[in-house]
């Protein structure tokens, strides 16, 4: 029997009389991988934002280990889930190893340092995701790849079981984002972390996501594997263009290409 983390209950989301979500409602077994995909506007970054108590929705329920996020304390949540945008971390004067060791605010008390068990688990996450020749740097003489590396180095300190991304990987080129994506799967098969992640590039989705949810205009159009959702016909309703769908030469995962000329 799947042991159900989350629980997205019909769950719409209104503001000034218009519509960004209506009536979702879906699953998140524990240590899965689920990907958010559908055109701009489809709602998934509210969805995010909601999961993670940011916003509250109009209606319905989003429930994390059977308790309604809302209802959760603040400080107990973040120490549970972590969300990392697309903006990363920003490029403030701070070293490498102090920017990741704020990942630890949410388990220390009022007044309470960090011990040496918190710096000790910072230089193996540095170690983990190749940044400890670069932990005495500052943020702001990083590149970008480098600086979403040290958010989720901030965010494998904080020991969260559900991970939030919304596009993790916008700003990075192809090399970085195959690094960052690689990274979280990592981290998921080591640590059985569950992962949520808005993705706009079905293909990596389709690689790196085990269940893929399509989303169009607020609501859910279909949820499936990659196999179910990655198809011709599907998509051009979603996205109103044709892709050609072929295999990934060594995974054999469906991708897409697009373009008739």
Not at 11 to 36: A, Q, R, Y
Not at 45 to 53: E, F, G, N, R, Y
Not at 98 to 106: C, E, H, I, M
Request: glycine share 6%; with cysteine; hydrophobic share 40%.
């Amino acid at each position: 029997m799947m042991n159900i983390m989350l629980s997205i209950h019909q769950v719409t989301k209104k503001i000034e009389g218009k519509s960004l979500l209506d009536n979702v409602s879906f699953n998140v077994p524990k240590g899965s991988s689920i990907g958010l995909i559908g055109p701009n506007g489809a709602g998934k970054s509210t969805l995010m934002k909601l999961i993670s108590a940011y916003e509250k929705p109009t209606s319905g329920s989003i429930t994390f280990h059977n308790k309604d996020v809302q209802q959760w304390n603040v400080k107990k949540l973040a120490q549970r889930i972590a969300v990392l945008t697309q903006e990363g971390l920003a490029a403030y004067p701070i070293k490498v190893f102090d920017a990741v060791l704020l990942g630890r605010y949410p388990h220390l008390g009022f007044f309470q340092r960090e011990s040496k068990k918190d710096y000790q688990l910072v230089e193996d996450v540095l170690a983990f995701t190749s940044l400890t020749d670069l932990k005495d740097q500052f943020l702001d003489t990083l590149s970008g790849g480098e600086r979403q590396r040290v958010a989720i180095a901030k965010a494998m300190v904080q020991q969260p079981e559900l991970l939030l991304l919304d596009e993790p990987t916008t700003f990075l080129d192809i090399g970085h984002q195959l690094n960052i994506l690689k990274l979280v799967k990592e981290w998921q098969q080591k640590d059985n972390l569950t992962v949520i992640m808005v993705m706009h590039d079905l293909n990596l989705a389709s690689q790196f996501c085990e269940e893929l949810i399509l989303m169009s205009e607020g609501k859910v159009v279909r949820s499936g594997s990659n196999e179910e959702i990655i198809d011709s016909d599907l998509l051009e309703n979603v996205y109103h263009t044709t892709p050609e769908i072929i295999r990934h030469p060594k995974s054999n995962v469906p991708q897409i290409l697009l373009g008739h000329f």
